[in-house]
């Protein structure tokens, strides 16, 4: 056998249990996920641009956590435990648990919006494809010009098509990203000090 087929097929036979990684990795005695979060500073969670009172969590952190929980299942309830030094005053901890609960309630928001939209779209689409196809077809049966009725009907099916791809494709992952924005927002906020 080809030795490129040989590793192939190797490849195809590697499995990995990913339950067990899961939970061994992130869930605790109660069943709960916990994604660890450890902070140099305090500061460090915030974006360097950001000015106080009007905080942003910074981007590499948020990256993080969404690395993380991406592989969580949804059925587990989330806890996001930030170890912070000694020195963080109770204040930075509430200030941090509420720029978190933002940044996802804000995408959290955002996925709503965008299934609205998505939802206009495609009853838009759905309209002026059923309308050109039923246009079509009443000019096909009073001999008009054939190349406009062609054209009309490719237009309407081309926009019945693009409504099918909105409603299988687009909503579908505005639906899972909505899902793993929730999952981040409704998680609760813990902290332990580092040793």
Avoid at 60 to 86: G, M, N, R, S
Avoid at 150 to 166: K, P, R, S, Y
Wanted: include cysteine; glycine fraction near 4%.
């Amino acid at each position: 056998m080809n030795p490129f087929r040989k590793r192939i097929e190797q490849y195809r036979k590697i499995k990995y249990d990913k339950s067990a990684h899961i939970q061994q990795q992130y869930l605790d005695n109660a069943g709960k996920a916990v994604v660890r979060v450890h902070l140099a500073s305090i500061s460090s969670a915030f974006s360097d641009y950001s000015v106080p009172h009007f905080e942003e969590l910074d981007t590499a952190l948020a990256d993080y956590i969404d690395a993380v929980v991406y592989h969580i299942p949804l059925k587990y309830p989330l806890t996001i435990l930030f170890y912070v030094p000694q020195s963080t005053t109770e204040e930075q901890k509430l200030l941090l648990g509420k720029t978190v609960k933002d940044l996802y309630g804000l995408r959290l928001a955002d996925k709503n919006l965008d299934l609205t939209i998505n939802l206009s779209k495609m009853a838009g689409l759905f309209v002026i494809g059923t309308w050109l196809l039923i246009f079509s077809y009443l000019l096909a049966g009073s001999n008009s010009n054939q190349f406009f009725t062609d054209f009309m009907n490719i237009a309407g099916t081309f926009a019945l098509w693009e409504m099918v791809d909105l409603f299988l494709l687009e909503r579908r992952a505005i639906k899972v990203d909505k899902l793993n924005a929730a999952q981040i927002a409704a998680a609760e906020i813990r902290f332990c000090t580092d040793n």
